[in-house]
């Protein structure tokens, strides 16, 4: 089964933030033609809002479990936040291949060390530093790195 997932690299912080796009995941009710939903946001949130969150299958908006929990939390609470950040950096390869290959290398231990340590080298060319920390931020913020 192909992965139904997107794969794409794209900054946390740059242009448009979790905030930003939480309106347009909050005005998701049901499956929903993608057309409908880009009328309704300028196109550049939409179209990283939809790399970053969104599941569009044959031109329909899937509501999934993502914007359900959206829509249970009613605001953008904290834990809408983490699971924004989550959910971004599960689908971009650099940081889900991080987790796995580099931190999460010993039989289901994490290897924490590797975020006390300045070095941002599997990012090389592809982030940098900055995806490297943007990372580390989110894990220690989620206690995850513990």
Do not use: C
């Amino acid at each position: 089964m192909a992965n139904p997932l997107p794969n794409y690299r794209a900054s946390l912080s740059k242009y448009y933030r979790a905030k930003d796009h939480h309106p347009l995941i909050a005005s998701i009710e049901n499956d929903l033609p993608e057309e409908v939903l880009r009328k309704r946001f300028d196109e550049n949130l939409y179209a990283t809002g939809k790399q970053r969150y969104l599941i569009v299958r044959n031109g329909i908006v899937i509501r999934d479990r993502l914007v359900d929990f959206v829509h249970d939390e009613g605001d953008f609470t904290d834990r809408v936040k983490m699971v924004m950040y989550f959910v971004f950096m599960f689908r971009d390869p650099r940081y889900r291949d991080f987790i796995s290959k580099v931190v999460g290398k010993q039989e289901g231990k994490w290897e924490t060390a590797v975020f006390r340590d300045r070095s941002s080298q599997y990012f090389e060319r592809a982030g940098g530093h900055k995806a490297f920390t943007n990372l580390r931020q989110f894990l220690f913020q989620t206690g995850a790195n513990a």
